[in-house]
């Protein structure tokens, strides 16, 4: 029974060990990074803001 991810080594050389919390970690920062460039990408300075930039700037405040 596996318990933990660090078990699980994809890529290995001399002592560096690329592991499954490794790989997750890397995939889910640009799944991140990815999907806020999406969403900022057509982001507004005036003061006539979409509903959805709007509601952006309340959950990020």
């Known amino acids: 029974?596996?318990?933990s991810p660090d078990e699980?080594?994809?890529?290995?050389v001399?002592?560096?060990k690329l592991n499954a919390t490794?790989?997750?970690?890397?995939?889910?920062m640009l799944v991140l990074v990815v999907s806020s460039?999406?969403?900022t990408?057509?982001?507004?300075t005036d003061?006539?803001?979409s509903r959805w930039q709007n509601l952006?700037?309340?959950v990020v405040t």
């Open 22 to 28: 490794i790989a997750y970690t890397w995939a889910l």
């Open 1 to 3: 029974m596996r318990l």
């Open 37 to 39: 460039r999406l969403i």
């Open 8 to 12: 699980i080594i994809f890529w290995q």
């Open 47 to 49: 003061h006539k803001r």
């Open 41 to 44: 990408r057509h982001l507004s």
């Open 14 to 16: 001399g002592f560096f």
């Open 56 to 58: 952006l700037e309340i």
